[in-house]
């Protein structure tokens, strides 16, 4: 068999100038790239050929060549031009050679044509964009809901182009603080929000948010260890992005105060945050299983005088003060459609002069306490689990799951009646057993002390009988 020298000539040189353009601004493994335009040649070939049967392609990357190697059978006539060459051509490259035989013919990417090698391109080029796409993925598919830094490259319109390192992410205006200004080169913290495919051009978009509750959740976690190591956990957010955020936070330990924690120090921690978020008034709230309490807090910065709430309709009253009725609204209402989003209830907020008014006849008085009062005294059926010391978070789940909602119903269980339930094993229903009784001090009823006295006439009478 006879092989032509392989040829180097420009088209080759640049190939191997752009692979080494690639590698070194996308950061793609040299190989990967390679065998990308491996690829390619054989599309080119096949191009001109109209066949890829019995083709390789060698790469020398110490001399940066490239060539095609193809089989073909020796004929008279040639009636297949990429699988077959005419006896005269394949004697000038072996004297010796035969009809029927095969020979191997070696041909340079310059010997394809311009046709042929855009046609290789464009296969080199689609190959590279889907590897790019894999490689964005892998890169950040993870990191999803996560907090990044990067830097803001330009504007388009109202959208925000930004550098992420890697790859270049998109904020759409949705996802922006409304009111911020977006300088190019300035730093910037944005939560990764999505990954999704263009379906024009099926690349895929990188976009991030500052607007995202996840924002500011990722904010306090950077800002307040407590909330980090799990010790004080963020239940809920509330948030209209620019004007006002409230977040619920509840602590695993009784000695850690958690709005304490959120606020830091002389407000060191809160005041941080609310730098970041442009001055985005910042509300922190505790959490309470109690409804009046959670709503209570949730009307921060105002304290109602009194409120009253409707379990089945899920409705809430709150009576302010009449100087703090603007503020306990919010800008817009701002403040309360935050309370609501956050405690599950609609709350109907009224000055103390708009509920004397509205409450001045006995009708009225008594139409308010028939629709507040029914599910109130459902709702002080018993006392919450949570108020149990010691019983964790996770433990008052698997109890809740299996309908043991309060603790009236919880000490009426033996630790085998534990050992039952789906989640909790001998040792955790030891440790509950144990909880009760350091916590829990029992009485005996009026009905248990008649009880004791009858069975102890009853010894008494049968002993004097046996005398």
């Known amino acids: 068999m006879a092989r032509a020298k392989a040829a180097t000539g420009d088209l080759t040189k640049n190939i191997f100038d752009a692979v ?78 035969q009809l029927g035989d095969e020979i191997e013919i070696t041909e340079s990417p310059e010997d394809f044509g311009r046709i042929s090698v855009q046609s290789a391109m464009q296969v080199v080029a689609q190959k590279l964009r889907y590897l790019e796409q894999n490689r964005i993925r892998n890169e950040y598919v993870h990191k999803l809901g ?21 790859v270049e992410a998109i904020m759409p205006v949705k996802f922006q603080i409304p009111g911020e200004r977006y300088r190019i080169e300035d730093k910037i913290k944005v939560v990764l929000h999505t990954i999704e495919e263009d379906p024009k051009t099926h690349m895929l978009k990188v976009l991030v948010s500052r607007a995202d509750k996840k924002f500011v959740q990722k904010l ?51 005041q941080a945050i609310v730098r970041e978020l442009g001055n985005e008034r910042i509300d922190i709230v505790e959490f309470s299983e109690n409804a009046k309490d959670f709503i209570n807090n949730a009307l921060s ?5 009194m409120v009253k709430v409707d379990f089945n309709n899920k409705e809430a009253l709150a009576v302010v003060a009449d100087k703090d009725l603007s503020l306990a609204i919010g800008k817009d209402g701002s403040n309360v459609k935050l309370a609501s989003s956050i405690t599950g209830f609609k709350i109907d907020v009224k000055s103390e002069s708009q509920f004397s008014t509205e409450m001045a006849s006995p009708e009225a008085r008594g139409r308010l306490d028939d629709l507040f009062a029914v599910r109130q005294e459902e709702a002080h059926e018993g006392t919450p689990l949570s108020e149990l010391p ?43 057993m144990e909880i009760i009784s350091e916590n829990v001090e029992f009485e005996e009823t009026e009905e248990s002390d008649e009880t004791n006295e009858e069975n102890e006439e009853k010894s008494v009478e049968s002993t004097e009988n046996k005398q």
């Open 390 to 432: 010691g019983l964790t978070k996770r433990m008052c789940k698997i109890l809740s799951d299996a309908n043991i909602l309060y603790l009236e119903d919880l000490i009426n269980l033996e630790e085998e009646d534990l050992v039952g339930i789906e989640g909790i094993g001998e040792a955790t229903a030891k440790k509950i």
């Open 220 to 270: 306090f976690e950077m800002e307040v260890p407590e909330i980090y190591d799990g010790i004080v956990n963020i239940v809920k957010i509330g948030r209209i992005p620019g004007i006002r955020t409230k977040v619920v936070v509840s602590s695993q330990r009784r000695d850690v105060d958690p709005v304490g924690a959120c606020v830091g120090v002389r407000g060191v921690r809160i």
């Open 20 to 97: 080494q353009q690639i590698v070194s601004d996308k950061g793609f493994d040299r190989d990967e790239v390679l065998s990308i335009i491996e690829t390619g040649m054989i599309a080119a070939y096949k191009r001109k050929y109209k066949t890829s049967e019995n083709v390789r392609v060698v790469i020398d990357k110490e001399n940066e060549t490239i060539f095609i190697i193809a089989k073909r059978k020796v004929v008279d006539v040639v009636i297949m031009p990429g699988m077959q060459i005419e006896l005269e051509k394949a004697r000038k490259l072996n004297p010796d050679v």
């Open 146 to 166: 996560e907090l990044i830094n990067g830097y803001i490259l330009r504007k388009k319109g109202d959208t925000v182009y930004i550098d992420l390192g890697k």
């Open 301 to 305: 910065p105002v304290t109602p005088n």
